[in-house]
């Protein structure tokens, strides 16, 4: 309930619209209800009954051309505002999903990282396009409709019950039973839809995962299990589907049973009454007739009750979104934090990833203004997480990060990400041409500017390789980056917005040695005078880091510098001796060789 | 839908393919599907043929509903019928008996009619279900058999909108064309009953119908253009909205939010004002039947035919069965038009769900395909060229003779063709010229599944499917016991870091695993490479991203789990594969040089070049971004 009185709240914000549709409704039933009732005085002013049965008497050309003008007119003013009820509500329903839809984009694009690791974008894409739809059929057919519905069966009942009450007690009888019987189908419908949008979820989850990872089916030939996988989610959906639509079928036949029953009652027992004299006939054919009209709200009460009940359900997914909070807020009085000189520490940091076990444990670390900390440790010691602290993607659960010696949370989340540049492993290209892409966090740059940038990332040169260069469409339809091309331009991105402190990730993913060089060659270009963060797997990064911070299990094991590590002995040292110190002398044997290859 | 780039969501994907079209352009036609915007015929002939195919074993359930269909037709229809009957024959007479007669009439009919409607509403979801069914599975099970350069090709937007808004499409064309018949029936069976009952009358308060069929084909037309910008533009609200929320951890790391609304609005925009144009001209039919029925009742049936009444040629009972069916008749009429559209839009849903159906598979067992008997291992390329486009060869002349238990590396510069030479080995695409052996088999005599379930491949970037870590190490062998499983594990190096998790082995993993770094999903997908136990191994640029203290212990594993079987590795990292038996060099699909480590630093080739590249060394023969110097061993020992 209280979610159907939150979406009206929101057709509320068009209030004079739907005042307006209530209005063109109200005149539009009245106007209908009009029609039976001259159509009935017509029969009376044609046939008389008499002892003798019932027989056609005189009546003046003039009289039924008035009656029929007035039927005539009814349906014509009828006609009028029903196109104006039709577009008043249609419009009203159109713009509460448009609003829904911004809303729940903006709304998306500003929850944390912890809210979409939980959430699947196939069921958030099903958020915004079955169920927006489903809130608009509701403000359609259940905000508007519903009480056009209501409206109409009293209005007929109250005109059936002022021409012959006990008539209409028998014709009408079967109403009550009716909206017990739909209010009980409501609720059943009500679950059931549920169950089917979760099943339709997890179906479409199933064929995007395979989608996306048909080279992983392909490469271990799991087809089958995949065929097999997907059609027990299809089965089961089907059923689920074929349940609630037999549910919604029986209770629609039943309702038109109960109305063709009535209107076999009404022949029999009415025309009992105009042979005693008890109504006239055209008292009988108003009956008759305003039974026919019934047919339609019955049939519409079918189609409202499945809008209520898809309403509420729909209508809470997209309400859970609306009402997520986001674990990461600003503050009420946050401040713009200006461009920062970089000097960034975390101060006794802890913390943990919702109910488990904590994935950083009193972590200090300070670096001054420039200075480069490699960060190192075995994969789930923390790297990832300290990093991702850092732009508030996450907040700290005990302890704090302060930049220039002022709480990370004190600022808005605007200006801190303005401040913090990061090279992301996962590099997202969006549809658009390269300079957008490049463009993306700065959309004001010139174009000189996204030039420089891409120069200093390495990427130019690949660029001016393409049929439109800089206005070359990338992403689905267009240009295909590789995974060096990529984290380089990630590097343009970052360059362009220009933050003075950065995160970096070097695991250069899956290029050969040149590209290697191209991308270590755009690390130093953007690492130049900023405070940088470098997430390192090599040994040159982490020969040129100021400071090196190792992690393990989320404990800061060591830290220091290359030689006062070394001096101590421990973790780095092994690391050291282990992975970075074969590397050196795979080097050597390279020189080695070369130098034999020169001599010889 | 144009959905999400090639990064971050769909990176498992891009990233494994990507030897096959390096830095490769597409152009959008390359994908071999239609264009979706186009609008079919009402009814297309194939379309139906096909479907009718689907509808085949639900025979028995078509015929009942139809019979169903029937039935409550003629109960629609006689139901006028029955009340003139009752008016004129029994209660203009004031025969008591007559009117009980009618009315238990009645009353048999009702019953009649509530069973055809209750049979025909149940089992036309029934069939329509499980024509659903049916047509989803097929796509599902067509699109596995597709060969990957095809999902490289066509946006996965693209397909999931084939395969879930067409699907549902297609399926109402099933009830359309039921509920189409029943509303032809109810029109034809009106007209009759009115013609035969009195032609005169029925002739004039039809006189409209003519002017409504001219309405109702110009307003066609203004339908037709409304539905296809509102297809047009929920496409691009959809493709927008996709995007942001794959892209979400970028546009928030970059402050995109107020731009990005900016941008969805607008398109959110064009959406509402397309769809307002639509309910002005699909507002404006109702009230045109309503006034068309005022016309039939006021001047036909209240003016001319109480003008015949007068005459004594007609009773009043005709005058109250012709008001009822002026009003049914319209109501099939509305109906049949907006038919009409959904009809339009099922035929084109139809012709691109069957255009995909119609894909043929590159890769194809061969009709007498063996199946593949216990691998040994033994490898050979012969003369293998490969390209997709005639003349523009990825591979050429390919020669390689892998022993079994051989460990072979594969190094090459991007765009070498060094993926292309591994994912043929596994027949993600066919040969062009030459053959590829297994144990003397040419690969394309035998059927490919039982060849693939004894190798086992982890690409660069690491998939992982939701499900528990469990279900993922098992994905290659469903029936691994959890020993093998936790074996699996462990051989990787994986066992701690799950055991570290929320339920070890049973945490369930959010999409594509992100709830894991990069490294841990790489250990996952390790460990799903060997709990087959497979006999050949490929490692695709596969240590990338895991760092090094990790990779080592994944080196040390892997030269276990390698003894014995034959592996060909694809890494960058040279000093990951320098104890390979056998490195390949590969140079513009070319083989350069093939031999160990040591004899190809002394050919000082390409290989020596690579490797003084890969270490920043000096070389003759580049300039050295680290100034030339070897660095300084470390200062201790």
Known sequence: ?600 | MRAAGPGGGFGGMMGGMRGLQAGGINTPNMDNLTDESIVGKAYDHKVVVRLAGYIKPYKRDVLISLAAVLLYTVGNVSIPLLMMLGINWAINAGELWRLHVVGGIFVGVTVMHFLANYVQLVYMPKVGQGILYSLRTAMFNHLQTLSPSFFHRTPVGRIMSRSQSDVLQLQETFELIVQSFSDILSLVGIIAMMLFIDWRLALVSMSIVPVLFFILGYWQKFARHSFMRIRRAIAMVNGEYNQNITGVRVVESLNRQDVNLKHFDSLNREHLDANLEASRFSGGLQPIVEVLIGIGMGFGVVLVGGIMAQGGSLEWGVLVAFALWIQRFFEPVRHLTMQYSQLQRAMAAGVRIFEVLDLKPEVVDAEDAQDMPAIKGHIKYEGVTFHYVPDVDVLKDINLDIKPGENVAIVGSTGAGKTTLVTLLHRFADVSEGRITVDGFDIRDINRQSMVRQMSMVLQEPYLFSGSVSDNIRYSSEDATEEEVIAAGKAVGAHDFIMGLEDGYDTVLAERGVNLSVGQRQLVSFARAIVGNPRLIILDEATANIDTQTELLIQEALKRILVGRTSIVIAHRLSTIRNADKIVVLNQGQVAEVGNHEDLLKTRGVYSRLHAVNYGLSHPEISNMDGGLIPAPASDD
């Open chain 1, 1 to 600: 309930m209280q979610i159907l009185i939150r979406i009206t709240l929101m057709a509320w914000r068009y209030r004079t619209r739907l005042t307006l549709a209530y209005l063109t409704f109200l005149v539009a039933v009245g106007l209908s209800l009009l029609i039976p009732f001259l159509f009935g005085i017509s029969i009376d002013r044609l046939v008389s009954v008499g002892d003798d049965g019932i027989t056609g008497k005189d009546v003046s050309r003039s009289t039924l051309l008035v009656l029929a003008g007035a039927i005539l007119a009814t349906s014509l003013a009828r006609g009028f505002f029903d196109f104006a009820r039709t577009y008043t509500v249609d419009s009203l329903s159109q713009l509460v999903s448009y609003d829904f839809r911004n809303q729940i984009y903006d709304k998306l694009q500003h929850l944390s990282f912890a809210y979409h690791d939980k959430e699947h974008t196939g069921n958030l894409m099903s958020k915004a396009t079955a169920d927006v739809e489903a809130v608009r059929r509701f403000v359609n057919m259940g905000l508007v409709r519903s009480l056009e519905v209501v409206l109409r069966i009293i209005g007929i009942t109250a005109i059936l019950v002022l021409i012959d009450w006990k008539l209409a007690l028998i014709s009408l009888a079967f109403v009550p039973f009716l909206v017990i019987r739909t209010t009980m189908v409501m609720g059943r419908l009500r679950t059931m839809w549920t169950r089917v949008q979760e099943v339709m979820g997890e179906t479409v989850t199933v064929l995007q995962e395979n989608l996306v990872g048909i080279h992983v089916v392909k490469a271990f030939g799991s087809e089958e299990f995949e065929k097999k996988k997907f059609a027990e989610r299809a089965q089961v959906l089907r059923g689920e589907y074929f349940q609630s639509e037999r549910l919604q079928g029986t209770n629609s036949a039943w309702m038109t049973f109960f109305f063709t029953l009535a209107l076999a009652l009404i022949l029999w027992i009415g025309g009992w009454k105009v042979i005693r004299g008890d109504i006239t006939p055209g008292q009988l054919t108003m009956f008759i007739l305003y039974l026919n009209q019934l047919t339609f709200p019955i049939r519409m009460c079918a189609f409202v009750i499945n809008s209520f009940s898809r309403a509420i359900s729909s209508g809470k997914r997209l309400f859970d979104v609306i009402d997520a909070t986001s674990p990461v807020e600003e503050k009420t009085q946050a401040e713009d934090m200006g461009r920062a000189k970089g000097h960034v520490s975390f101060e006794n940091l802890s913390f943990a990833y919702e109910s488990r076990a904590p994935a950083l444990k009193h972590v200090d670390i300070n670096a001054e203004p420039g200075q480069i900390t490699a960060i190192l440790g075995a994969p789930g010691s923390g790297k990832t997480t300290i990093v991702n602290l850092l732009p508030r993607f996450y907040d700290v659960t005990e302890g704090r990060i302060a930049i220039d010696g002022r709480d990370i949370r004190d600022f808005t989340l605007a200006s801190l990400r303005h401040n913090v540049g990061i090279v992301q492993q996962d590099v997202f290209l969006f549809g658009g041409n390269m300079r957008d892409n490049i463009a993306y966090g700065a959309v004001d740059s010139s174009f000189e500017d996204i030039v420089a940038a891409a120069k200093v990332a390495q990427l130019h040169d690949y660029i001016m390789t393409l049929p439109d260069g800089y206005d070359t469409t990338v992403g689905e339809r267009g240009a295909t980056l590789s995974g060096g091309q990529r984290q380089r331009l990630s590097i343009a991105r970052t360059i362009l917005i220009n933050p003075p402190i950065l995160i970096l990730d070097d695991s250069t993913s899956s290029v050969d040695v040149e590209t290697e060089r191209q991308i270590h060659e755009a690390m130093t270009g953007v690492m130049k005078g900023r405070t940088t963060f470098v997430i390192a797997h090599r040994i040159s990064t982490v020969r040129d880091a100021d400071l090196i911070v190792v992690l393990k299990e989320g404990e800061v094991a060591q830290q220091g510098t290359h030689e006062e590590l070394m001096a101590r002995g421990g973790i780095y040292r092994d690391i050291y001796e282990l992975q970075l110190r074969p590397q050196e002398e795979v080097l050597l044997d390279a020189a080695l060789a070369s130098d034999d290859g020169g001599d010889s």
